[in-house]
C-alpha cells in the first residue's frame, strides 16, 4: 500500500484535526483553584440537581420541627 494515497492523507489530516481540537478543549478545562472551597463552588456550579432530588429535600427541610429559639441562642445558653 502506498503510504502517499489520497485516502492515507485524509486520515493524516483528520487524525491531526482530532488531536488539535482535544488539545484546544483541555486546554480550555484546565482550571487552578486557590482553594478547595473554591473548587466544590465550581463544581457545584456545573453540576445540575435532578428534580427529584430537589423536590425530596424541599420535604425533608419543611418535615423537620421547628427549633423554639434560634442556635445561637442554644449554643450560648441564652433563654429564649
Known amino acids: 500500500m502506498n503510504p502517499h ?3 492515507s492523507k485524509l486520515e493524516h489530516l483528520a487524525q491531526e484535526q482530532t ?6 478543549l483541555e486546554q480550555q478545562q ?27 429535600l424541599r420535604k425533608s427541610v419543611a418535615a423537620e420541627p421547628r ?4 442556635w445561637w441562642q ?3 445558653g441564652q433563654p429564649g
Open 5 to 7: 494515497t489520497p485516502h
Open 67 to 70: 427549633p423554639q429559639r434560634p
Open 74 to 76: 442554644r449554643w450560648l
Open 30 to 56: 484546565t482550571i487552578e483553584f486557590a482553594t478547595a472551597e473554591e473548587m466544590i463552588r465550581h463544581d457545584a456550579a456545573q453540576t445540575s440537581v435532578p428534580p427529584a432530588v430537589t423536590e425530596r
Open 19 to 24: 488531536t488539535a481540537q482535544q488539545h484546544t
